[in-house]
């Protein structure tokens, strides 16, 4: 049963050094079989900022971590124009990872990054066609039985977040028929700080059949109506268990799981599940 760890909203240049030490801790313990971070490594995609994101996942992979990472809006630079236009992710393929739409199969799990980051926009996201072509093309290669996993930084739907909204990316119509179009099974994001999942059909009609997974922030020191968090995501044969680490001012510990199982073309959620631990 294949295990992913999924961060996100890391945002080096605001974080919490303990809350960096306990991740690395949380998932050595874990023994995850892939890690997923969606997006903004960094505060302000500045140089030092990225040197630090480069040492953390410099550390995850010494310890035998394989890692996907995919750029969030605050990985290109706000208020360097010239760069922030003409070579908005330069640093980030210098530092993180040269690949801005990375690929991973495991046994069974077939991971897809697409980077959705803009250098006209300073916080939403978009998604084009040719991304859309790619994802199709990339996961058609895959087995059929294959369980497809979708990582972008920010939401393909729109999420209630305490009493605002976070708005759905941009072109979310194309989004949607990509989903559909690569048998996409479940989506990762970040760019919201909150941790939550559900099926698509419970955010947009036409999408079901969609599992829809949030990481809250997991380093950052910037929260929204939760404490820093990130997820372990266990997946078997038409099953996936979700469990949210949460912060507890001294340590990650399990504050929230879940665990879906497909019926009658959607995620349904079970009643009761163990954490993973």
């Known amino acids: 049963m294949p295990r992913i760890v999924h961060l996100s909203d890391l945002h080096f240049g605001a974080h919490d050094e303990r809350l960096v030490e306990a991740v690395r801790g949380e998932i050595d313990r874990l023994k995850p079989d892939l890690v997923v971070i969606s997006g903004d490594f ?3 995609a500045r140089t030092e900022q990225f040197r630090e994101a ?16 995919v750029p969030g809006n605050h990985d290109v630079p706000l208020y360097d124009v010239l760069r922030r ?40 996201g978009r998604i084009n066609k040719e991304q859309v072509e790619f994802i199709r ?16 930084h920010h939401p393909l739907f729109a ?7 976070e708005r759905a990316i941009g072109r979310q ?20 700080h909150h941790a939550s999942s559900q099926d698509a059909g419970d955010l947009v009609t036409r999408a079901g059949g969609v599992l829809v ?9 910037r929260v929204r109506e939760q404490e820093q968090s990130f997820n372990s995501i266990d997946i078997s044969d038409g099953s996936v268990a979700i469990t949210v680490h949460g912060w507890n001012g001294s340590a990650f510990a399990p504050s929230d799981a ?20």
């Open 54 to 69: 480069c040492q953390f996942l410099e550390a995850l992979r010494d310890s035998g971590h394989e890692v996907l990472g």
């Open 159 to 165: 999420l209630r977040v305490g009493e605002e909204v």
């Open 85 to 124: 236009f003409l070579s908005p992710l330069a640093r980030y393929r210098r530092f993180i990872d040269d690949t801005l739409c990375p690929f991973v199969e495991l046994p069974g799990v077939a991971v897809l990054g697409v980077n959705t980051a803009r250098s006209f926009t300073f916080k939403d």
């Open 258 to 277: 879940r665990a879906y199982k497909w019926q009658d073309g959607r995620w349904r959620i079970l009643k009761s599940v163990e954490p993973a631990h």
């Open 173 to 192: 119509e194309l989004a949607l028929d990509a989903l559909e179009e690569a048998g996409v099974d479940m989506v990762l994001a970040g760019h919201a």
């Open 213 to 221: 997974v949030q990481a809250g922030t997991a380093t950052s020191t």
């Open 137 to 152: 093309e990339t996961f058609s290669r895959t087995p059929s039985e294959a369980f497809r996993v979708l990582v972008t």
């Open 42 to 44: 960094t505060q302000r």
